[in-house]
């Protein structure tokens, strides 16, 4: 938790600071990020940071959670609008659909995301990892439990193994279109939201005898 001074700060300020530390270590990363440019575009004393967080980690931590609040705030509203009635693999394809074009629509959050996930450092990788992977499971379990009670989830699926595999599908399709390497198959890479959507409905397509009981 930031200290009592980082919450007597006005809300500009304390905007400043998160917009800086978004930018920079969606650039450069959490641990190899520079405290000097993210005070520097915050218009604080460096120093000032250490009145605010008890050490880098702490800071970490702060930014990640977050970045992470605002993605599933946002993509819980936008999920609330889809429909219910089709098809359990039809419905996650549509989220899949509104999740690609949030992370196009807020590069911020979408370089958060990407710092989160191949952060170099072991023990910054699991603070913030640990942090993002809290807000994923909010809305993943949930979601999960509703379409089983729907009858929509296969009897025989591990409930435990479907969520794992959503913790990874769902990094993957927010930063495959805009970071090398990571997706040599589908052709993600450097696709549009609306050019991703072919892919993407293979993509979840195949995962549907996984999810899905036999029809």
């Known amino acids: 938790m930031p200290t009592s001074t980082w919450f007597r700060l006005d809300v500009d300020k304390r905007d400043r600071v998160l917009h800086a530390a978004m930018r920079e270590f969606g650039e450069h990363g959490y641990s190899t990020g520079s405290l000097n440019n993210i005070a520097r575009d915050a218009e604080i004393a460096k120093g000032s940071l250490f009145q605010y967080f008890s050490d880098k980690q702490e800071f970490f931590a702060y930014v990640c959670d977050e970045t992470s609040r605002r993605v599933r705030e946002e993509m819980e509203r936008r999920i609330a609008g889809l429909d219910l009635d089709q098809p359990f693999i039809d419905w996650l394809t549509d989220v899949c659909f509104v999740w690609s074009e ?23 990788r699991a603070v913030v990892r640990d942090t993002a992977v809290q807000h994923y499971l909010q809305v993943v379990r949930p979601v999960l439990h509703l379409w089983r009670d729907k009858g929509e989830i296969r009897a025989d699926a591990d409930d435990d193994v479907l969520v794992s595999l959503l913790l990874l599908i769902l990094p993957f399709i927010a930063m495959a279109p805009y970071y090398d390497g990571i997706d040599p198959v589908l052709g993600l890479r450097g696709r549009t939201p609306v050019e991703q959507r072919p892919a993407i409905r293979r993509f979840v397509a195949g995962l549907g005898p996984i999810f899905e009981p036999p029809r």
């Open 102 to 124: 949030y992370f196009a629509e807020h590069p911020l959050e979408r370089g958060v995301t990407a710092a989160t996930n191949f952060e170099i450092d072991n023990s910054v």
